[in-house]
């Protein structure tokens, strides 16, 4: 008995690794006059064939994040390698965009336009041909998720709610979806956190499908949604009231309300759902 453990053991230890590997590169942008730098997640295999396409994620970090932060605290690496290795995922390219910093009250963070900051229009302009051009994904809405958390969450809702024809599904962790009731507060007086609370009040996602006429919402019935947020996170009430205007406009999503809070803790075992769920929905 021992010696078939051992040999199953030494098998198993002889199997190839899945890992895939995560870089660094930047695009540079006339749009925001900068060099923007992302991190991109290529999985195993992927330099082997540069003739295979791959789906593709972009997955979008919260206020006072930075590209870094879903590799370095959402340890998401680990995860994609697991789910890539059970199958629950498809092999996928993903993507982090940077679109912020700690300071906020000096550095620019955000994902929509707003004075001295077109973000929007460097992401859809420059950023998604630029990364689709040099990674060899396929670059159509069937295989293109976002999906992000917090401000990344409210990122990812309103980018498919304004470009339902860029992507196949939305996941938004504890996303930012309002800031009608300054929830993250309006800043300083005309600092940068100011600017980037008051886009996030502007593009409104839940003002967008109150009034979304029937054309939009026939747009928008071909994103697959879903809303995930902690039962104790402060944005709580807002992915309720995302589900229920979605309801209203009869465009179907997906709720999960869990055990949590607005931290890494929750959104690292989002992730473990959130990537199965765009991987089903690639293709479609």
């Known amino acids: 008995m021992k010696k078939t453990i051992i040999a199953v053991l030494l098998l198993l230890l002889s199997l190839p690794s899945m890992a895939g590997r995560i870089v660094t590169d930047t ?18 295999g992927f330099d082997k064939n540069k003739s295979q396409s791959y789906p593709v ?13 879903w590799r370095d605290r959402g340890q998401m690496q680990t995860v994609v390698d697991e789910l890539i290795g059970s199958g629950e995922c498809v092999p996928v390219v993903i993507v982090m965009p940077n679109a ?11 994902y929509f336009n707003m004075p001295g900051w077109s973000y929007e229009d460097f992401f859809f302009q420059e950023f998604v041909s630029a990364v689709e051009k040099e990674y060899h994904v396929y670059g159509d809405k069937e295989h293109r998720a976002v999906m992000g958390l917090s401000m990344g969450g409210g990122g990812s809702t309103v980018y498919c709610q304004r470009h339902p024809d860029m992507f196949s599904s939305c996941y ?20 940068k956190r100011y600017y ?7 593009h409104s996602a839940l003002r967008f499908v109150e009034q979304a006429d029937d054309d939009t919402k026939a747009k928008l019935r071909t994103v697959k949604w879903f809303f995930d947020c902690g039962d104790d996170d402060f944005l709580f009430d807002q992915s309720v009231r995302m589900h229920q205007l979605m309801r209203s406009a009869r465009i179907h999503d997906e709720l999960r309300i869990r ?3 607005h931290n890494w803790e929750y959104w690292h075992t989002a992730l473990r759902l959130a990537l199965p769920f765009a991987s089903r929905n690639f293709g479609r």
């Open 57 to 69: 994620i972009y997955l979008l970090h919260g206020l006072s994040d930075d590209y870094r932060a």
């Open 196 to 202: 980037v609370c008051e886009a996030v009040k502007e």
């Open 172 to 191: 938004a962790m504890s996303p930012w979806l309002d800031n009608e009731g300054n929830n993250v507060g309006p800043g300083g007086e005309k600092d």
């Open 100 to 110: 912020g910093g700690p300071d906020t009250h000096n550095t620019w963070n955000g």
């Open 27 to 44: 695009v540079k942008s006339q749009i925001l006059g900068a060099d923007v730098p992302f991190n991109i997640y290529l999985p195993d």
């Open 259 to 261: 055990n949590g809070v």
